[in-house]
C-alpha cells in the first residue's frame, strides 16, 4: 500500500467531505473561487472549515428567537469540543463534525478560532453595538480575523517564515474582509435591526444611527464610506503582507480572496449610494480574472518587492 492510499480519507470521511465542498460550492460564491486553487487536502480542510462556519452564522442570522439561537449555538461549541478531545466517530451522523475533526487530525488548525466565531455570532444575537472602531475591531476580530487564523493553520507559511507575524497579517486581512462586508451589506443589515459602523463615526458624518430609513437631511453619507474604505484599504495593505510568506498555490488562495473583496471595495468608493440600493457584487468573469491573477503569483511578488523597498529604507 502506498503511502498516499494510506493517508487518503475514508469512504465515511470522503462523503463528508464532500458534503462540505457542496456546501461551499453553493453558499460561498467569494470564498469558493480561491480554495479552487489549493491541493486537494487543503480545499477539503478549508471546505469542513466553511461548512461550520456557515452553520454557526446561519444560526446567527435566521429567524428563531434570541434564547433558541443561544442554545444552538451552545449546542455548536459542544461539537467542537468534541472535535477538539477526539470524539467524533467516522461514522458520526453529523458531516460536517466529521469532515471537521479529520482535518484538525491533518493540520495544525487553531480550533479556538471556531469558540471567538461563536462569541461574535453571540455579539449580533445580543444585540451588539459599536461606538468606536477600537469596539468593532473586537468583533471583526472573532467573525473574520480568527478565520484568517484558522485557515493559516490549513495554508502553513513556508519553511523559514515568520509564524508569529503571518498570524498577525492574516488577521489584519481578515479585519479587512470584515470591513467591506460591513459596507456592502449595510442595507440588508439595517432591514434586520443592525448596525455595525461604528456610531462615533456616523455622526461624524452626519448619518443618524443607521440605515433603515431615509438619512437625515445634510448627511454625508459619501464621507462616511470613503472614509470607511480608507480604513479597509489600509488594513489591505498590511495584510497583503501575507502572501510572500506562503507557498504558491496558498498564496493564490488568499490572494484569490483577497482580491475578489479588494475590487468590490473599488465599486463600492466609485458609487457609495449603489450599497443603498442593494448588494454590490462581483460578475463571475471578473472574480475568475482575479483568481487566474492570483494563480500567477503576481500580487505576492508585487507584495514581496514591496516590502523588500520597506526594509531598505
Known sequence: MTVEELTRPSAPVQAAYSYCEAVTGQQARNFAYGIRLLPAEKRQAMSALYAFSRRVDDIGDGPLPAAEKNDRLEAARTVLSRVRKGDIAEDDTDPVAVALADAARRFPIPLEGLDELIDGVLMDVRGATYTTWDELKVYCRCVAGAIGRLSLGIFGPQRGADAERAAE????????????????????????????????????????????????????????????????????AEGYRLLPL?????????????????????????????????????????KAYVAVRGLSGLDARHIARRTDRGRTR
Do not use: K
Request: aromatic share 8%; net charge neutral.
Open 169 to 236: 497579517y492574516a488577521d489584519t486581512l481578515g479585519l479587512a474582509l470584515q470591513l467591506t462586508n460591513i459596507l456592502r451589506d449595510v442595507r440588508e443589515d439595517a432591514g434586520n435591526g443592525r448596525t455595525y459602523l461604528p456610531a462615533e463615526d456616523l455622526d461624524r458624518f452626519g448619518c443618524g444611527d443607521g440605515f433603515a430609513r431615509p438619512l437625515p437631511p445634510g448627511a454625508d453619507f459619501a464621507g462616511l464610506v470613503h472614509f470607511e474604505v480608507r480604513r479597509a484599504r489600509a488594513l489591505f
Open 246 to 286: 506562503l507557498d504558491r498555490r496558498s498564496g493564490a488562495c488568499v490572494a484569490a480572496m483577497a482580491g475578489i473583496y479588494r475590487r468590490l471595495l473599488d465599486r463600492i468608493e466609485r458609487d457609495p449610494a449603489a450599497v443603498l440600493r442593494g448588494r454590490v457584487s462581483l460578475p463571475g468573469p471578473e
